[in-house]
């Protein structure tokens, strides 16, 4: 089961689906998985880590959330015109 969790995790992750749940979701899942094993832990708080930084900041641009409309844009920040990143538009 935690393999399938984690693998499905990881493709909304990618695609940006309901960005904040799943990271969410498996931060609690790591966090179980560390303390209950014998194994390294390293690794798992690293992608905790990263995880961390997912919940607060929520999706990208390019996620599919905001395309959805899961996730609207923040208060005060503005929605880039084409949906790229600004130094993409801007040829930086």
Same mark, same amino acid.
Request: charged share 15%.
């Given at each position: 089961m935690g393999t399938v969790g984690e693998s499905v995790g990881?493709?909304?992750l990618v695609l940006g689906l309901v960005s904040r749940l799943t990271a969410l979701s498996l931060t609690v899942h790591m966090c179980l998985g560390t303390a209950s094993a014998d &194994? +390294?832990?390293e690794l798992p708080l690293r992608t905790v880590a &990263?995880? $961390?930084?997912? $919940?607060p900041a929520g999706p990208g641009p390019l996620a599919l959330d905001r395309v959805l409309g899961?996730? @609207?844009? @923040? #208060? +005060? %920040? %503005? %929605? #880039? &015109?084409?949906g790229r990143p600004s130094a993409v538009r801007s040829g930086v």
């Open positions: 990881g493709v909304f &194994a +390294g832990t &990263a995880l $961390l930084v997912v $919940l899961v996730e @609207a844009v @923040a #208060p +005060g %920040r %503005r %929605r #880039p &015109a084409s």
